[in-house]
């Protein structure tokens, strides 16, 4: 009972905000879609994806969504395994390639109900395609929370 009353005071003080696209790791992330998606127009594809992000839809993910997210195995994370999420990050993190997510900080902000980047997912004809957030939505996943995130629907 302690248990889910601490996750539904949770997941309602996390401060879900939207985050600005063109600043940190998010330019290179969206570059990355826009390579995955339009690997013949990359530049116009990019351009397409910040005009549409200015008016996308900042919402609570769906279990629907969520199920059919491409990019992450957040969906996949059990409560509280917070070991497959170090697994994980570990595993991205083989030979340095990758920044060091800190998934221990962002579960504690989670927890204290403090200011994170809402996650920005892409939707692409049928597809759903996580542009960045994982290590948020794999921690929010382990906690019981429900993310709000940002839907920029590109047709």
């Known amino acids: 009972m302690l248990v889910n009353d601490l996750k539904k005071r949770v997941a309602h003080n996390v401060q879900w905000i939207r985050p600005d696209l063109k600043v940190g790791d998010e330019p290179g992330e969206i ?12 530049p116009v ?3 397409r994806f910040y005009v549409r992000a200015e008016n996308a839809r900042e919402q609570e993910l769906t279990e629907e969504v969520w199920a059919r997210l491409d990019n992450t195995d957040s969906y996949d994370i059990a409560p509280n395994d917070f070991a497959q999420i170090e697994e994980h990050i570990s595993h991205c993190n083989y030979g340095g ?4 997510r800190d998934w221990q900080y962002l579960k504690g902000k989670m927890e204290r ?39 920029v629907e590109m047709g």
């Open 97 to 100: 390639n990758r920044t060091t």
């Open 45 to 47: 594809f990019i351009e």
């Open 113 to 151: 109900g403090e200011e994170l980047d809402m996650p920005v997912i892409a939707h692409i004809g049928d597809v759903y395609h996580l542009v960045s957030g994982n290590t948020r939505l794999m921690v929010a996943r382990a906690l019981g929370i429900r993310p709000r995130v940002l839907l």
């Open 31 to 42: 570059e990355r879609v826009a390579r995955t998606f339009a690997p013949e127009d990359v």
